[in-house]
């Protein structure tokens, strides 16, 4: 009856061994899930397409260094 039990040092690297298989396995689906998340919200979409600068001193919305209309440089993000 016992000698059909493995030994205990085998036993508990098995236990180890799947564990870190199975530690493994869920991470690789975690990678997948955050990966198609993280796709969807920045892949597909260009994020800076989705912001807009607007010249604080004139209120010309332009995506240069500094205001075509004013020259100013100051600028606030809009949506
Ligand atoms: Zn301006």
Redesign the pocket.
Known sequence: MISMLLPFPISLAAIFGVFILLNLYMRRIMMRKTGSMTGSVFGSSDNSSLLKYY??????QHKQAA?P????KMKRVGS
């Not at 010249?55 to 010309?60: A, E, L, Q, V």
């Not at 209309?69 to 100013?72: F, H, L, Q, T, Y």
């Open positions: 010249c604080m001193s004139c209120g010309t205001c209309k004013c020259g100013s």
